[in-house]
């Protein structure tokens, strides 16, 4: 049973427009929400990330949503390019960040 | 600075065969974790450590051994591999006690495959 439900698998967006990956998680201890990203033959590198105490926090073009009472967080990748094909990942933990716990992952292609 | 970096790159075993992975980070992280990715599950934690002479058991510990007796090192063992056990491993660090970044740092990845 996976902890964080992502959706969707694969996503194809075109230049220039916005791209959203969603996540759902049930453990209400989890406080820490980061969201990877992740190149082929490439480890994981950390995008983004949010505590629960905020509902929005905006790194250039990546925003990630959070929504406390209905248990979801969302990425919004704005004006998306082809350099942000890549698969993400969602996360979240407690504990300092410690034992992580990944969604399925999604798949971004952005068409040119 | 080199990071995160995993030993080997890829390995082929057959079944029964034990081999050892090896993780190294030179950014004097206390954390250190180790674990697989398979397609359409995203990561699953094997085994952590939040300090030299420290392990613990993660999401999927089940046919793995770890040890970490140096703080910039963390050994994934399969004393006997299984072909379930064919999968891409990741080794990670961070530094969360230091209360700026709970970020994790991977490395680049073992990918193993077990006939």
């Known amino acids: 049973q996976q902890q964080v439900k992502q959706s969707p698998q694969s996503l194809i967006v075109q230049k220039g427009g916005i791209s959203i990956i969603n996540c759902a998680y049930e453990?209400?201890?989890?406080?820490?929400f980061p969201w990877y990203q992740q190149f082929p033959g490439k480890g994981p590198a950390l995008l983004i990330a949010?505590?629960?105490?905020?509902s929005e926090k905006k790194e250039g073009r990546f925003t990630i949503s959070f929504n406390k009472s209905a248990k979801q967080f969302s990425l919004h990748i704005m004006d998306s390019q082809p350099g942000d094909s890549a698969t993400y990942f969602c996360?979240?933990?407690?504990?300092?960040?410690?034992?992580?716990?990944f969604g399925a992952g999604t798949i971004l292609r952005v068409k040119s | 600075n080199a990071g995160v970096t995993q030993t080997p790159k890829f390995r082929v075993l057959k079944t029964g065969q034990s081999m050892t992975l090896l993780c190294a980070q030179d950014?004097?992280?206390?954390?250190m974790y180790w674990y697989r990715q398979d397609p359409g599950m995203g990561l699953r934690l094997i085994h952590y450590?939040?300090?030299?002479?420290?392990?613990a058991k993660g999401e999927v510990p089940d046919g793995y051994n770890v040890s970490r007796l140096k703080k910039q090192n963390f050994l994934l063992g399969l004393e006997s591999a299984a072909p379930s056990q064919t999968s891409v491993y990741f080794c990670?660090?961070?530094?969360?006690?230091?209360?700026?970044?709970?970020?994790?740092?991977f490395g680049p990845g073992t990918r193993l495959t077990v006939t």
């Open positions: 990670a660090s961070s530094s969360p006690s230091r209360g700026v970044s709970y970020e994790q740092y």
């Open positions: 453990n209400t201890a989890f406080d820490y």
């Open positions: 949010i505590r629960p105490d905020v």
């Open positions: 996360a979240a933990s407690t504990e300092y960040g410690n034992k992580l716990v």
């Open positions: 950014m004097n992280h206390e954390y």
């Open positions: 450590s939040v300090g030299e002479g420290t392990t």
